[in-house]
């Protein structure tokens, strides 16, 4: 079975700076693809950015990136520039073909003024 | 925009008691998931439904059954709760179950079963 591990519970950051949030996979397969969904106060959950396996470039949206290292199965999400905006809990998640998605147990980030 | 619709938003129920969790979604996509979060665990999948007419266990089905109604509504009953099932629900859809992409999810439904 695939397993997700987000080994930190909390991280915090200070505005305007950048923090890196963690994401380790297990897994046997070598297509496959890799999410961070921001879930904000409110609730409502929403992807961040995508990486597909297949892909040796890093995903970039805006001020969101990350280091995909397929051989460390770590998947890690750069947040730059951070804004009060940004605080929430973010999932990092996991799937093979298919919208089966397996999610790791979260990150609170808090963003500093 | 509505997106994905969840009712309730809140509920208290009583051990043994019976309620549905309704959801909809009004982006014509295919497939439709539900999940429940617990602090530390992440979302997991109870149920999902490919396409209409279709449902299928998740990873943590116990105690709960859902029901395709048509390709906008996908319910989720839980007919005797437990405590165990407290948590928040959240029901999410997809353009289609093969193609991985992007989940859209409503608000969720939190649920505390005394």
């Known amino acids: 079975a695939q397993t997700v591990t987000q080994s930190q519970p909390e991280m915090s950051v200070q505005e305007a700076e950048t923090v890196t949030l963690s994401c380790t996979y297990d897994?046997?397969?070598?297509?496959?693809?890799l999410f961070w969904y921001k879930q904000p106060p409110s609730r409502q959950m929403i992807l961040v950015i995508r990486?597909?396996?297949?892909?040796?470039q890093n995903a970039t949206e805006n001020r969101f990136s990350v280091n995909f290292q397929k051989a460390a199965k770590s998947f890690s999400l750069k947040i730059s520039d951070s804004q009060l905006g940004d605080a929430a809990m973010y999932f990092c998640a996991y799937s093979i073909a298919g919208n089966m998605l397996t999610f790791g147990g979260g990150t609170r980030l808090m963003v500093k003024p | 925009n509505a997106g994905v619709t969840q009712t309730p938003k809140f509920q208290v129920l009583k051990t043994g008691q019976s309620m549905t969790l309704q959801c909809a979604q009004d982006?014509?996509?295919?497939?439709m998931y539900w999940y429940r979060q617990d602090p530390g665990m992440g979302l997991r999948l109870i149920y999902y439904?490919?396409?209409?007419?279709?449902?299928d266990k998740g990873e943590v089905p116990n105690g709960y059954n859902v029901s395709r109604l048509n390709k906008r509504e996908f319910s989720l009953r839980l007919e005797s709760a437990a405590p165990s099932q407290t948590s928040v629900y959240f029901c999410a859809s997809s353009t289609s179950h093969t193609n991985t992409g992007e989940l859209f999810f409503g608000e969720g439904s939190r649920l505390t079963v005394l």
């Open positions: 982006m014509n996509h295919n497939s």
């Open positions: 990486q597909e396996a297949y892909k040796q």
């Open positions: 439904s490919a396409s209409e007419g279709t449902t």
């Open positions: 897994t046997s397969e070598s297509d496959y693809y």
